[in-house]
């Protein structure tokens, strides 16, 4: 799980500042404001390290990817390609690290790594994008027990040298050559084990970073249209994908799982969780994936609406439900330890449905399966105030703590834009809410009451006259 997140120089974002991250965390903003890219530059990275080029520093997506940022000026602030990309973030491991030096034999824990790097571009030449340094710390809890990173040495010829803090590393006897380059952004390349006696503990580094990026998963604002037929042949998807496309297989998939909404609660298969889920919402009374026939591969959804007669396919209902059902599948199918990134998860649902799903993202961070917490974040960008509204209440009611929830606003009013944290109190209440956050409610709800008066008062003086 993510738990501290900084941007400098990406797209819009001169400087992001510290970004205290939660197990719900949202970004609020006007259009264009800047908060697509918080999401952009987590999927950046994640491209990045699927990618097949491991000389590439950084891969924007091609066209099949989730994003596509296109070239480095493009990416960076101002699109002035002398300015460096840094970014560090810190993350909380599913399972505590260990790492013990061969030679004096002594032991380093830590459950946390913080992970920082800086990226630019090759002043001269054709615009090669370079890593200038990257540093690894694990840490166990707020102590530091040792860093290690790479750091480009200067001069025309790309070397970097290995520096570590709190470890000492032993050179081979011999060996005088430095790694001529990184592994993407954030690799020890095989040249470091070469060149020390006791480096081996980076390559657990390397796994750590990949398993994190391996482990967020992305939803984007527009899902796939319901289809009356979907086939599947026994596979399980990793996701529903990008646009939601594999959604009825990942129910299909998943049909012998149970998960409870917490401790000591009751364990429900995962068909009946997401029928349950859309009832509440108050979008159908019921919820079927029906196979056509034994001999076929094909299924069928099929929904029953409120105040409809009988089932219905699904491209008959509201497109609303289309929408989230993607949303509400993802959340519960992800596996343990997962980050789930989310744009606009409320599109297209009535106010009453988006508060709800707040309460679904309660459901989710505390869910739990075999008897154990799934340990899910979820970043969600959004637009809607119902939603922001019943977390407020949930908090003040004590279903959420305010430290599992944290709240960003891109404002766009200042240059360069900020991106500033919400201070929700124990009651809910948010201490620093920004001007016109959701526009100026007040303003209208005043000029609604002048207009009336204005209106009775002319209607009273013509019934005088």
């Given at each position: 799980m993510l738990t501290q997140l900084h941007i400098q120089n990406f797209k819009g974002w001169e400087d992001t500042g510290s970004i205290r991250m939660a197990p719900i965390t949202l970004?609020?903003?006007?259009?264009?404001?800047?908060?697509?890219?918080?999401?952009?530059?987590?999927?950046?990275?994640?491209?990045?390290?699927?990618?097949?080029?491991?000389?590439?520093?950084?891969?924007?997506?091609?066209?099949?990817?989730?994003v596509q940022l296109g070239s480095f000026q493009e990416l960076v602030f101002g699109r002035d390609a002398s300015n460096r990309?840094?970014?560090?973030?810190?993350?909380?491991l599913p399972n505590p690290m260990s790492i013990t030096d061969p030679l004096s034999g002594s032991q380093y824990d830590g459950n946390t790594i913080q992970f920082s790097a800086s990226v630019g571009q090759e002043a001269s030449g054709p615009g090669t994008v370079v890593i200038d340094h990257f540093n690894y710390t694990l840490m166990d809890g707020e102590e530091q027990i040792l860093a290690v990173g790479m750091k480009r040495k200067e001069g025309k010829k790309v070397q970097?040298?290995?520096?570590a803090e709190g470890y000492d590393l032993k050179r081979n006897p011999g060996r005088v050559w430095h790694p001529p380059t990184t592994v993407r952004f954030y690799g020890f390349p095989d040249e470091v084990v070469a060149y020390h006696q006791n480096s081996d503990f980076v390559q657990s580094l390397?796994?750590?970073?990949?398993?994190?990026?391996?482990?967020?998963?992305?939803?984007?604002?527009?899902?796939?249209?319901a289809e009356r037929l979907y086939s599947w042949t026994g596979t399980e998807p990793e996701s529903v994908g990008y646009v939601g496309e594999n959604t009825v297989a990942a129910i299909l998939a998943a049909r012998q799982r149970k998960l409870s909404m917490g401790y000591k609660q009751r364990s429900q298969p995962f068909e009946q969780i997401i029928a349950q889920k859309l009832q509440d919402m108050g979008l159908i009374e019921s919820f079927k994936v029906n196979q056509i026939s034994k001999k076929r591969q094909d299924y069928e959804v099929k929904v029953k609406t409120k105040g409809s007669l009988g089932e219905v396919d699904l491209p008959d209902v509201g497109f609303g439900i289309s929408q989230v059902l993607p949303v509400l599948v993802e959340c519960f199918y992800a596996p343990a330890n997962s980050i789930i990134l989310m744009e606009q998860p409320e599109i297209h649902l009535h106010p009453r449905a988006q508060a709800f799903l707040a309460d679904v993202m309660i459901d989710v961070i505390n869910a739990r399966e075999d008897g154990q917490d799934r340990n899910i974040q979820l970043i969600i960008e959004t637009h809607s105030e119902h939603f922001l509204r019943r977390l407020q209440r949930r908090i003040a009611e004590d279903a959420v703590k305010k430290e599992q929830v944290a709240a960003y606003f891109a404002d766009v009013s200042r240059t360069p834009a900020t991106l500033d944290e919400l201070r929700l109190d124990t009651f809910g209440n948010i201490e620093n809410w920004p001007k016109d956050f959701f526009g100026d409610e007040m303003e209208d709800i005043a000029e609604q009451s002048k207009a009336a008066l204005k209106k009775r008062m002319k209607v009273a003086k013509e019934e005088d006259e």
């Open positions: 970004f609020f903003g006007a259009n264009s404001s800047g908060k697509s890219s918080i999401g952009q530059f987590l999927m950046l990275l994640k491209q990045t390290v699927e990618s097949q080029d491991r000389k590439a520093v950084l891969f924007p997506g091609g066209r099949n990817s989730a990309i840094q970014f560090e973030y810190q993350w909380r970097y040298e290995v520096k390397n796994l750590a970073q990949e398993k994190l990026f391996q482990s967020l998963a992305y939803l984007g604002p527009l899902r796939t249209k």
